[in-house]
């Protein structure tokens, strides 16, 4: 997964959605401590600064630079690249040692991960008992049918070019492992659906669309799958390029502490 998000991290930046800022407080009210929050995968930097409103340090890794470069800076976030040839030993040093991190966060992207390993060093990390991980991704959004129809056949077109990992996310999480005992916002094979509100024009969906690592990786293979008349009966369907309409992007969570 390492660099599969290099080449759009502009776009990246501008077309994902916002996550709401009650999402976090839910999470802060199930930790007994405020002190360290570490965001993994962290990109663009969006949920690091999200979670800094209510933990007095954020700690947002990732294994793109790309990615971190255009990260979102605050006084209370600390972006630190962590390349894929990091040890588990050194990864725990380099967010503080055993014990210590209040909540983990992951906003779509654990599937990407190796997920025994990650969840070992959650566990290392994590305060106990009342240290949080949350997971949480969206797979789809509602607009109008005739959009959705038009973007679910767009989609279709993407599919031969996805990694395998994306299977988690295609399916809401409801098959993703995940050990962790249930702190009432979704539990292991029972994710928590949210819906995410968003004001978006049609440009802003465009960008969402190259975005996808499956439409780069499909351009890398010389298949342009946004190409001019796909681009056109998006824009016919969405009423043209000036129109912003409210877009609800359907989400999913789990969040959990450490088996004890």
């Keep these: 997964m390492a660099g599969l998000f290099d080449k759009q991290a502009e776009a990246y930046l501008d077309a994902r959605p916002t996550y709401p800022a009650d999402w976090y407080s839910m999470l802060a009210d199930r930790t007994s401590d405020h002190s360290l929050a ?6 663009n930097g969006q949920a690091a600064v999200g979670v800094a409103d209510r933990y007095e340090q954020v700690i947002g890794t990732d294994v793109s630079e790309a990615q971190l470069k255009l990260a979102k800076p605050h006084p209370r976030v600390r972006y630190i690249h962590t390349p ?3 040890s588990d030993d050194e990864l725990v040093t380099l967010i503080g040692g055993e014990n210590c991190v209040d909540l983990v966060t992951v906003a779509q992207a654990v599937h990407w991960f190796d997920l025994p390993r990650f969840y070992s060093v959650v566990n290392r990390v994590l305060r106990k008992p009342n240290g949080v991980f949350a997971v949480w991704g969206y797979n789809n959004f509602a607009i109008t049918p005739e959009i959705d129809a038009a973007l679910k056949r767009f989609h279709d077109t993407t599919i031969p070019y996805w990694d395998k990992n994306i299977k988690h996310v295609f399916d809401g999480y409801q ?3 995940f050990p962790f005992d249930g702190v009432g916002l979704g539990s292991e094979w029972k994710p928590l659906k ?7 024009s ?3 969906v465009l960008g969402m669309l190259k975005s996808w690592s499956a439409v780069v990786t499909a351009k890398d293979r010389g298949v342009d799958l946004l190409g001019e008349d796909v681009v056109k009966e ?12 409210r877009v609800v992007y359907k989400g999913f969570m789990l969040a959990g502490k450490v088996r004890a």
């Design 202 to 204: 049609f440009e802003g």
């Design 234 to 245: 998006l824009e016919d369907v969405w009423g043209g390029s000036g129109l912003v309409r």
């Design 38 to 43: 570490w965001d993994v995968g962290t990109g």
């Design 84 to 86: 894929l040839s990091l």
């Design 175 to 177: 098959t993703l492992p």
């Design 194 to 200: 949210v819906d995410i509100p968003k004001e978006l």
